[in-house]
T-cell receptor, first 114, second 120 residues
Framework: AQSVAQPEDQVNVAEGNPLTVKCTYS??????LFWYVQYPNRGLQFLLK??????LVKGSYGFEAEFNKSQTSFHLKKPSALVSDSALYFC????????????FGSGTKLNVKP | DTEVTQTPKHLVMGMTNKKSLKCEQH?????MYWYKQKAKKPPELMFV???????INESVPSRFSPECPNSSLLNLHLHALQPEDSALYLC???????????????????FGPGTRLTVL
């Protein structure tokens, strides 16, 4: 079975500091991995994805993620956090047997303090 | 147009009411989805439509009835709901990637803002 884990319910970081939101996955076959962000009472916004190729993926709003096959991880990173980055972040994996079916992690609440 | 729109934004209904949620996209996507999301939880997949045909039903109770009248529109008809059905209902769309020929390269899903449903 395919699954995604986000081990931290919440991450706190000071504005200007680097941030990392963790994600690990378990899939059979090649993983197609995604990060989404959700602001309060809003839908999910696509940030970035890993399909193949470069292990460092750059996305929207200065976010990037590093795919690590040996550690089965896809951590989201940003060099300098902004207060406006405070939101709920979801990691997702596409089912390799049905690309149109996603499995979402439990979500990580990012709090960036001024 | 890279937007998925949903109406209404908020809906309050009684357990005996019949109502519908609507979703629209004009990105030419041939896969459309309904998700249910409880507060601070991940979205739970309900239904997937591929080329206007229902391809996935995640064992959703029959009081939820999806409909895809054309490639741009997706409806969710609601009848005899329970208070525990109160949630944010999200619609999403994506390019449809063939399992036999595709690599999942273009299958990121684009989400609408959701309908906040309250069942009294």
């Amino acid at each position: 079975a395919q699954s995604v884990a986000q081990p931290e319910d919440q991450v706190n970081v000071a504005e200007g500091n680097p941030l990392t939101v963790k994600c690990t996955y378990s899939v059979s076959g090649n993983p197609y991995l995604f990060w989404y962000v959700q602001y309060p009472n809003r839908g999910l916004q696509f940030l970035l994805k890993y399909i193949t190729g470069d292990n460092l993926v750059k996305g929207s709003y200065g976010f990037e993620a590093e795919f690590n096959k040996s550690q089965t991880s896809f951590h989201l990173k940003k060099p300098s956090a902004l207060v406006s980055d405070s939101a709920l972040y979801f990691c997702a994996v596409s089912d390799p047997y049905n690309f149109n079916k996603f499995y979402f992690g439990s979500g990580t609440k990012l709090n960036v303090k001024p | 147009d890279t937007e998925v729109t949903q109406t209404p934004k908020h809906l309050v209904m009684g357990m005996t009411n019949k109502k519908s949620l609507k979703c629209e996209q004009h990105m030419g996507h041939r896969a459309m989805y309904w998700y249910k999301q409880k507060a601070k939880k991940p979205p739970e997949l309900m239904f997937v439509y591929s080329y206007e045909k229902l391809s996935i039903n995640e064992s959703v109770p029959s009081r939820f009835s999806p409909e895809c009248p054309n490639s741009s529109l997706l409806n969710l008809h609601l009848h005899a709901l329970q208070p525990e059905d109160s949630a944010l209902y999200l619609c999403a769309s994506s390019q449809l990637v063939s399992q036999s020929t595709g690599t999942g390269k273009y299958n990121e899903q684009f989400f609408g803002p959701g309908t906040r449903l309250t069942v009294l």
